[in-house]
């Protein structure tokens, strides 16, 4: 049998890249970094250049057509991973566009392969590849130009990467030539901006496909791997789990048989100011040393959480301070949604989280720039907390407050739940009333019959009984039968 080579790598450090690049842009190869002005390309070259002087190498920047070395440093120095010590000996800056200017590309050519084995670069970047295109008499001049690098970069060992802006080709000479082709974008989405980073070409090498969203920090580039990607198998082997988690309100437990099993997503539906939260506030004091909780919400800080919790006669203050919850609290804006979900997996993994209390979907789906992908983003995502052995409840709220009709937020429900649990309001003779009827339990019996619940300050959400003698109560407005009976008994016109 042949033994499979295996590629060696050269880490980015930029982190989420390295995994979308199976860890790394291949050793001595030639990889384009392509994007329009402001996409964050010379952020990205540099910041490589930094991580692989960290580790003990040299790097090489070369400016052709671009801003000068010393306002490049200027706005360097506001980054995190810059480090002036590693200049001028592990990180060097030198201007080519003068020998291209005199000497064209056979004279560029000449410098690079001088200045790589004097320093030793282990990394080369060539910052303005337009100015050499521009240079070239032809495509084939240009073609022999990138072989040329070609060469001296598997001679030296050394990584080429050339920073470009697109001029719109189909595809482009070099593309035929280099190793990798990674594009930047900052793409519109409505009245809104998301950065864009995706892996066109990288040649003998899995990586992860698609559009990557990432931001620039003050400590670099930070790229979210696309979950749909990333997790596209969970990262541990699913089992079936078989026990019993106690929802924390009286009575629940018994309708659900036993409580949420273990390793299921239970989702909460229901229209605003109906209870959802405080029903996951419950479900989430049950937390514990051994079953480490995690709130993870959109919609109310800590402060407001415990104050809330502290109303309703629940310790969520003390299982925070002794470490047994932990609140994770996003604020609504222009959030990046995979990197929601990387925060949230974060988390998880970080305490070994068992109890999760997700509050609630609609902050996923608010800060997704592309609706189309929601039900697989989802099902992905649930997919993965599975895996875990995490018990996740979730929120979803409906778009009407009282009617016979539920619109689920997200299509696919089906693939992110395996119980289900609905909150509405009823009117009943002039009275707003609280209905909780259970829907779905996977794989489980449980008690189908419609219950009416009760919210009340120092003993929050408890089962209040059921609706005997009324009808049509999932339509919001329920009928006495008792009454009607009475009336269709009683004597015509009378």
Request: proline share 4%; with cysteine; aromatic share 8%.
């Amino acid at each position: 049998m042949t033994e499979v080579q295996v590629i060696e790598r050269v880490p980015t450090g930029v982190p989420g890249l390295d995994t979308i690049l199976n860890e790394g842009f291949p050793r001595g190869g030639i990889h384009i970094l392509q994007g329009v002005p402001g996409a964050g390309k010379t952020t990205l070259a540099n910041q490589i250049c930094y991580h692989h002087a960290a580790a003990g190498g040299r790097a090489l920047y070369v400016t052709l057509l671009s801003e000068t070395h010393s306002r490049m440093l200027l706005h360097l120095s506001t980054m995190r991973f810059f480090d002036a010590a590693r200049l001028p000996d592990q990180v060097a800056y030198i201007s080519g566009f003068g020998v291209l200017q005199d000497e064209g590309l056979p004279g560029l050519v000449t410098l690079l392969r001088r200045e790589i084995a004097m320093r030793k670069a282990g990394v080369l970047v060539l910052d303005g590849l337009v100015a050499a295109e521009d240079q070239a008499a032809s495509d084939t001049k240009f073609k022999t130009f990138i072989q040329e690098l070609q060469t001296q970069a598997g001679l030296h060992g050394c990584t080429v990467f050339l920073l470009t802006t697109a001029k719109g080709q189909a595809v482009p000479p070099e593309y035929t030539m280099v190793d990798g082709v990674v594009e930047l974008a900052d793409d519109r989405f409505g009245s809104r901006t998301e950065r864009g980073l995706v892996v066109r070409k990288l040649r003998g090498s899995n990586y992860l496909s698609g559009r990557h969203p990432f931001r620039i920090t003050e400590g670099g580039l930070v790229v979210y791997p696309r979950v749909e990607a990333a997790f596209r198998v969970p990262k541990r082997p699913d089992q079936a789990w078989s026990g019993k988690l106690a929802t924390g309100v009286a009575g629940l437990d018994t309708v659900l048989g036993g409580g949420f099993t273990e390793g299921t997503v239970t989702g909460v539906l229901g229209p605003s100011g109906i209870g959802k939260t405080v029903l996951g506030l419950h479900y989430l004091c049950e937390s514990s040393a051994a079953e480490p909780g995690l709130l993870f919400g959109f919609y109310e800080t800590e402060s407001r959480l415990r104050q809330q919790a502290a109303s309703l006669d629940l310790d969520l203050g003390g299982a925070i301070d002794r470490g047994e919850i932990e609140v994770l609290w996003q604020p609504q804006g222009e959030n990046v949604q995979d990197a929601l979900a990387h925060r949230l997996l974060d988390a998880l993994e970080r305490r070994g989280v068992r109890r999760l209390f997700l509050d609630g979907l609609g902050g996923f789906i608010e800060a997704s720039v592309e609706p189309g992908r929601m039900a697989r983003f989802f099902a992905v995502l649930v997919n993965e907390m599975r895996s875990r052995g995490v018990t996740t409840l979730y929120t979803m709220e409906t778009r009407d407050v009282v009617g016979p009709g539920i619109v689920v937020p997200v299509s696919g429900v089906s693939s992110i739940v395996e119980n289900l649990i609905v909150l509405r309001y009823v009117e009943q003779q002039a009275r707003s009333r609280r209905l909780l009827s259970v829907v779905k339990i996977r794989g489980s019996s449980f008690d189908p019959a419609l219950r009416e619940f009760v919210i009340e300050s120092g003993h929050g959400f408890s089962l209040a009984g059921g609706f005997e003698g009324a009808g049509e109560l999932l339509s919001g407005f329920a009928r006495d039968r008792f009454a009607e009976g009475r009336h269709l008994a009683s004597p015509e016109g009378q």
